[in-house]
């Protein structure tokens, strides 16, 4: 994708394969995804998101009450405008739309996974509408979506399943009116182990990051389990996260900035900062975000070093 913005319509330009080999050449670089986390010493694994135009893209468009064929626009956090889903009736949903990705996760690892699916106010923010009162009614109809969408992938096998929520740091005043209204709708009655991702946007896009969430302790009051969040570029403050003392905390450590590699030192210096705010039994070590805009032999190499890194702290901790 080099530096495109990450598509909140279908991008089916994207592919380099023709439609007839997509699902096989996806299918192939799944398992490359599932072996290099594997091989980099990832105790979680995930499916490496690999059939998805964007993070959002593939869910949001696979949904009832949204017009594929005529766009609507909506700004970006970068400030952009972009081509968005335009609503046009009631959100629902009429299948499952990664329940058969999580079983063909499931089938080729026997580690922990994770499945990911765009959080209700974010896809509200990424979204034209043209049918719905106001937005809070359409948040809670992607609510109930996704929590349908997740319950399915925990039948399916999932351990965990992460609701990525980005535009609750990028438009935290909004947030607050009813976003966590939203999520806690999608959580309900949810049987597995959830999170919620919260971050500063990609770095190949978002260069400059702020001292501090502008939406974070807001998640005690949240029934996820765990929050997601960066710590490595935007060198953050810990100390915030003896707000969520309940929860969690799925730690950023790798600086996705640069191509630069970390080494299991400086991982390992991240992963402390955080033992004065939050108990080691609570901390997961995580990328800070995604890694989609990293060459792929940086990436392999940063997750080898986050997991050299952990092992660090987990030998000092015993």
């Keep these: 994708m080099g530096d495109r913005l990450p598509p909140r319509t279908r991008a089916l330009e994207l592919w380099r394969v023709d439609p007839e080999q997509l699902k096989e050449a996806q299918d192939?670089?799944?398992?490359?995804?599932?072996?290099e986390q594997e091989m980099a010493g990832l105790d979680i694994i995930t499916d490496g998101e690999t059939r998805r135009e964007s993070y959002s893209n593939r869910f949001a468009t696979a949904l009832d009450g949204v017009d594929i064929d005529n766009p609507g626009t909506a700004m970006d956090r970068t400030g952009k405008s972009n081509p968005v889903p335009r609503i046009i009736g009631p959100i629902r949903r009429r299948h499952a739309v990664e329940v058969e990705d999580v079983k063909f996760l499931r089938a080729h690892t026997n580690r922990r996974i994770?499945?990911?699916?765009p959080g209700p106010f974010t896809m509200s923010q990424q979204a034209q509408?043209?049918?719905y009162e106001d937005e809070v009614e359409m948040a809670m109809d992607y609510a109930r979506v996704v929590n349908e969408e997740a319950q399915d992938l925990f039948n399916a096998g999932a351990d965990v399943v992460q609701i990525?929520?980005?535009?609750?740091?990028?438009?935290?005043?909004?947030?607050?009116?009813y976003g966590l209204q939203a999520l806690n709708c999608a959580l309900d009655g949810l049987t597995g182990e959830t999170a919620v991702?919260?971050?500063?946007?990609y770095a190949a896009h978002q260069h400059e990051r702020p001292e501090?969430?502008?939406?974070l302790s807001e998640f005690s009051k949240c029934s996820v389990h765990g929050i997601s969040i960066e710590t490595a570029q935007s060198v953050l403050d810990c100390q915030v996260l003896e707000t969520l003392p309940d929860k969690k905390i799925i730690l950023g450590v790798l600086d996705l900035s640069t191509h630069e590699i970390e080494t299991p030192e400086i991982v390992a210096d991240r992963?402390?900062?955080a033992f004065p705010f939050c108990s080691a039994e609570r901390i997961i070590v995580a990328p800070d975000c995604g890694l989609k805009y990293l060459p792929r032999e940086v990436a392999f190499s940063k997750m080898r070093a986050m997991t050299k890194g952990a092992a660090i702290v987990r030998e000092t901790l015993m």
């Design 271 to 273: 992963i402390r900062r």
């Design 212 to 215: 501090g969430y502008s939406f």
């Design 129 to 131: 509408n043209d049918f």
């Design 28 to 35: 192939d670089a799944t398992v490359i995804a599932i072996r």
């Design 164 to 177: 990525d929520e980005p535009y609750m740091q990028a438009r935290s005043d909004i947030a607050r009116e």
């Design 114 to 117: 994770k499945m990911t699916i």
């Design 197 to 201: 991702h919260i971050c500063f946007g």
